[in-house]
């Protein structure tokens, strides 16, 4: 069983900044991509930013520049720091893990709950 779970969404004012967390745990052999996606009311779920085990980072056009993403020393935490927010920022940001665990072949994809994240004056 694997759980990923989320913190640091919230409310904050247009031009401020957040920092998400994403912790991966259970029964895991090896993880290799970690990244945020996210989904706002009415839209399909959407690449925010990803980042493999090894080489660079991957992040959508609208987020460049604003948005960083971290891994932790661990390879099983996964960080988002986001700067000038804007509304359009506004949306439920989930983690996800591309990983293997013991006992099943290959890497899936797995995903946090979900975090809201309302960007608003």
């Known amino acids: 069983q694997v759980q990923l779970v989320e913190s640091g969404g919230g409310l904050v004012q247009p031009g401020g900044s957040l920092r998400l967390s994403c912790a991966a745990s259970?029964?895991?052999?090896?993880?290799?991509?970690m990244g945020w996606y996210r989904q706002a009311p009415g839209n399909q779920r959407e690449l925010v930013a990803t980042?493999?085990?090894?080489?660079?980072?991957n992040y959508a056009d609208s987020v460049k520049g604003r948005f960083t993403i971290s891994r932790g020393n661990a390879k099983n935490t996964v960080y988002l720091q986001m700067n000038s927010l804007t509304p359009e920022d506004t949306a439920v940001y989930y983690c996800n893990a591309r990983l293997a665990t013991w006992g099943r072949l290959g890497f899936n994809d797995y995903w946090g709950q979900g975090t809201q994240v309302t960007v608003s004056s």
């Open positions: 980042m493999p085990h090894t080489g660079s980072s």
């Open positions: 259970g029964s895991i052999a090896s993880v290799s991509t």
